[in-house]
């Protein structure tokens, strides 16, 4: 087995595992057991991992892993009350201070 992901956040690896499953990589999750512990993820390094089983699959989950993190990680958002477009690294309009609309 090789790992092949890790991630402080269950959710980004459940998402990485579900890509690899969905091209026919079998994979196992190490440590999931954080799940639903997020204040105490990140001491002692615990973090999950996503582990794949064939290692003849390894090169294939890399390049999926790859385009994982080529894609854009948070597309900018326009706010719905004064329209100002909004990096998408911020959770409220830093001009008027209007919530990010949740459909995103
Ligand atoms: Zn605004």
Known sequence: ?????T???IMQVE????????????TMLKH?????????????????????VN???????QQILDQHNNMPAI???????CGEEIDGSFDSCWNCGHDRPVSG
């Open 1 to 5: 087995m090789i790992k092949v992901f």
């Open 7 to 9: 991630a402080a956040d």
């Open 15 to 26: 998402v990485v595992r579900g890509e690899l499953e969905s091209r026919g990589i079998p």
């Open 32 to 52: 999931e057991s954080v799940r639903g512990q997020a204040n105490v993820v990140g001491f002692g390094g615990m973090w999950p991992e996503v582990w794949v």
């Open 55 to 61: 290692e003849a699959d390894a090169p294939a989950a």
């Open 75 to 81: 597309l900018p958002w326009k706010c719905a009350q």
